[in-house]
């Protein structure tokens, strides 16, 4: 079965310096990817996905992804923190030929501090 | 532009309870409907997704109830709660296989 792992459940940076979230997956066959931000007491927005086209992913404030087969991984960097980036952080995959069920399974997340 | 409604923000129930949370799309038509739980410093668990209408898959065995009265409208349930219930229920509704999921603002249930 497919699973993700975020390797580290708090990341704490300074102000400016670069955002580095991991995150890996497990799967036999490509899947979706998703990177997903929450703020405190808040839904989930969508920060950027992979879905076989592009390897390198932008997304929104800043953020992208590399997706790298020959490393099951999809890493979050920003390359200058803002104060505003300090949240939670999800990864997700849907696996490809799931049929219509869409589900999502999401790591266990990744909480980002920034330092003034 | 298609957007999710969710309430309440916030619920505070005795064990033993019953309980109603409803979820509502629009824009959209024939979306499939996720809820998932959020406990506190635990990743998010879906619990029930429906892709139509009567439609419910469960994925844990749990003390919830998930139903789909209508296209856009889904509706997470219990007869009686316990405390192991309370967390952040999330609804989230996607659109075609392999497409993101996009999420409700969240409810925080408290049982106590």
């Known amino acids: 079965a497919q699973s993700v792992t975020q390797l580290g459940s708090h990341v704490s940076v300074s102000e400016g310096a670069l955002v580095l979230l991991r995150c890996n997956y497990s799967?036999?066959?490509?899947?979706?990817l998703f990177w997903y931000v929450q703020y405190p007491n808040q839904g989930l927005q969508l920060l950027l996905k992979?879905?076989?086209?592009?390897?390198l992913v932008k997304g929104i404030n800043g953020f992208e992804a590399e997706f790298k087969k020959s490393e099951t991984s999809f890493h979050l960097t920003k390359p200058s923190a803002h104060m505003s980036d300090a949240a939670e952080y999800f990864c997700a995959v849907i696996l490809q030929g799931s049929g219509n069920t869409g589900k999502l399974i999401f790591g266990q997340g990744t909480t980002l501090q920034v330092k003034p | 532009s298609q957007t999710i409604h969710q309430w309440p923000a916030t619920l505070v129930q005795p064990v033993g309870s019953p309980l109603s949370l409803e979820c509502t799309v629009e824009g959209t038509s024939n979306p499939n409907l996720y809820w998932y739980r959020q406990a506190a410093g635990r990743g998010l668990q879906l619990l029930f997704y429906s892709v139509g209408i009567g439609q419910i898959s469960s994925e844990v065995p749990q003390n919830l109830s998930a139903s789909r009265p209508q296209d856009r409208q889904f509706i997470l349930s219990s007869k009686k709660l316990l405390l192991s219930d309370s967390g952040f229920y999330l609804c989230?509704?996607?659109?075609?296989?392999?497409?993101?999921?996009?999420f409700g603002n969240g409810t925080r249930l408290t049982v106590t």
């Open positions: 989230a509704w996607g659109s075609a296989a392999g497409s993101p999921l996009h």
């Open positions: 992979y879905t076989s086209a592009a390897t």
């Open positions: 799967s036999s066959v490509p899947p979706y």
